[in-house]
């Protein structure tokens, strides 16, 4: 059994960035930062940012690319990805991201359509637009467990 799978909270670090491939596809890239924040030994807070590249297919791009924006803050789901290509100087370069599968926004400016988790699964029919929030409790960030 394997399982490759990420799930990260974060603010984004960038505005989203939206391409066409050559066969038509939309693609769409940004980044997300996460801190780490815990005590040493001699009880000083130290604070670790990770950056993580995220690349979101089809209409799930086309949604983060309209909804999303540098400093929101965001729940991605994806599996890890790395590529590798040879740069201009000949050396090796890779970069691993996280190929989204779902996303929620979690800012309380974007709380009309912010509760409701936009997967790649919900917006592969023809529908371009996140379902309509039911009258669910929004869920805030400090309820979830982890």
């Not at 540098?70 to 100087?89: A, F, S």
Request: charged letters at 25%; hydrophobic letters at 30%.
């Amino acid at each position: 059994m394997n399982l490759n799978k990420a799930m990260i909270i974060g603010n984004l670090t960038r505005d989203p960035e939206t391409r066409t491939t050559p066969s038509g596809q939309t693609v769409t890239t940004f980044g997300v930062a996460t801190n780490l924040i815990w005590t040493n030994a001699s009880g000083e807070k130290q604070k670790k940012t990770e950056y993580h590249n995220i690349v979101a297919w089809k209409k799930l791009g086309d949604i983060c690319s309209q909804y999303l924006r540098k400093g929101n803050k965001v729940y991605i789901e994806g599996r890890l990805q790395t590529q590798q290509w040879e740069g201009q100087d000949g050396g090796k370069r890779q970069r691993t991201e996280i190929v989204a599968e779902n996303m929620i926004m979690l800012d309380s400016k974007n709380s009309e359509i912010g509760a409701n988790p936009i997967s790649n699964s919900k917006v592969d029919d023809d529908s371009s637009q996140p379902e309509s929030p039911n009258n669910e409790e929004e869920i805030r960030v400090e309820d979830i467990p982890f």
